[in-house]
């Protein structure tokens, strides 16, 4: 099944802890993506990636890092995560890049930063 | 940049009644497209149906429609016979179209569809 998986679903951490949350595509896509999504606020894309080792930043990159070492895998990671991050964040994947590419989205990452 | 507008943080519609949903968006390009996604309560994100710019004609996908106006950068959501199911967050989507298609998603804040039986 074609499927994009994060992982964790829900995690509750503290301030400053460092975290990663995984996000891993089986449809052979070239662009990927990791949203936030705040009430009030719709989604913001935070980082892309147009192929292996092709990053850049979205609207609100603060205090995110991603890597992209393998086609297949896009991870989030937090280096000192603070309570205004928490939120709910999604991975997405596209088959290329081009506007025309529906991107498809993870069930979600839930995060609570104490 | 772009901006995405749903005036319509929450609506309610009866069971088999047709309920519009609202969205215009602000861009000075020609070429884009537009989406409608729908979040349950499971929060996964659905691709409900999305619109070329350059086509006039607008989409349909089964029980939803869209309203296309690009003079007056309006895209709306007509969703007939309301289902149960139908019941979510409802987010307008615009995607600007160019050559590298670096640009990500630009999401208005979401309708909440209210279905009553």
């Known amino acids: 099944e074609a499927q994009v998986t994060q992982n964790p679903r829900y995690l509750i951490t503290v301030t400053g802890k460092k975290l990663t949350v995984t996000c891993s595509q089986n449809?052979?896509?070239?662009?990927m993506s990791w949203y936030r999504q705040d009430p009030g606020l719709g989604l913001r894309q935070i980082y892309y990636?147009?192929?292996?080792?092709?990053?850049d930043k979205g609207d609100v990159p603060e205090g995110y890092k991603v890597s992209r070492k393998e086609k297949r895998n896009f991870p989030l990671i937090l280096e000192s995560p603070s309570p205004n991050q928490t939120s709910l964040y999604f991975c997405?994947?596209?088959?290329?890049?081009?506007?025309?590419?529906?991107?498809?989205f993870g069930a979600g990452t839930r995060l609570s930063v104490l | 940049a772009q901006t995405v507008t749903q005036s319509q943080p929450e609506m309610s519609v009866q069971e088999a009644e047709t309920v519009t949903l609202s969205c215009t968006y602000d861009?000075?390009?020609?070429?884009?497209?537009l989406f409608w996604y729908k979040q349950p309560p499971s929060r996964q994100m659905i691709l409900v149906i999305r619109?070329?710019?350059?086509?006039?004609q607008n989409a349909t996908e089964n029980r939803f429609s869209v309203n296309f106006q690009k003079a007056a950068k309006s895209f709306s959501l007509k969703i007939s016979d309301s289902q149960l199911g139908d019941a979510a967050m409802y987010f307008c989507?615009?995607?600007?179209?160019?050559?590298?298609?670096?640009?990500?998603?630009?999401f208005g804040k979401g309708t909440h569809l209210i279905i009553q039986p």
């Open positions: 990636s147009m192929n292996v080792e092709v990053t």
């Open positions: 997405a994947s596209s088959l290329l890049a081009a506007a025309k590419n529906i991107q498809y």
């Open positions: 861009t000075s390009e020609s070429d884009y497209y």
């Open positions: 449809m052979n896509h070239e662009y």
């Open positions: 989507a615009y995607r600007r179209y160019s050559g590298g298609g670096a640009d990500g998603l630009t």
């Open positions: 619109q070329e710019a350059y086509k006039q």
